[in-house]
């Protein structure tokens, strides 16, 4: 069993930069495919990035060149740099894992609860 733990949401107006973190529990993290995923309100939740094991990166197009997803698996932690924030970028962002290559809404086996980003206009 992984547990996941996010942290870094808040408040921050457009054009600024928030760092989320995630810790994971366990002893396998390093063999795990993380990844976040968002959720605006009123909307499904949708997947931003992922990270495999060995660290190949994959975005959500419309992300690409904004947001950065690092991994340090001596601390069982991943981390989302988003920078140029915009008011569509609010939502609650949630970390993920699986065994795996590919991350979608739907195929993940872990979750976290999430944060809440909130970007004013």
């Known amino acids: 069993q992984v547990q996941l733990v996010e942290s870094g949401g808040g408040l921050v107006q457009a054009g600024g930069s928030l760092r989320l973190s995630c810790v994971a529990s366990g002893r396998t993290f390093s063999t795990y495919t993380m990844a976040w995923f968002r959720q605006a309100p009123g909307k499904e939740r949708e997947f931003v990035v992922r990270?495999?094991?060995?660290?190949?990166?994959a975005y959500a197009d419309s992300l690409k060149g904004r947001f950065t997803i690092s991994r340090d698996n001596a601390k069982n932690t991943i981390n989302l740099q988003m920078n140029s924030l915009k008011p569509e970028d609010t939502a609650v962002y949630y970390c993920?894992?699986?065994?795996?290559?590919?991350?979608?809404?739907?195929?993940?086996?872990?979750w976290g609860k999430g944060t809440l980003v909130t970007v004013s206009a």
């Open positions: 990270i495999s094991a060995s660290g190949s990166t």
């Open positions: 993920a894992a699986r065994i795996g290559l590919r991350a979608t809404v739907n195929n993940m086996d872990y």
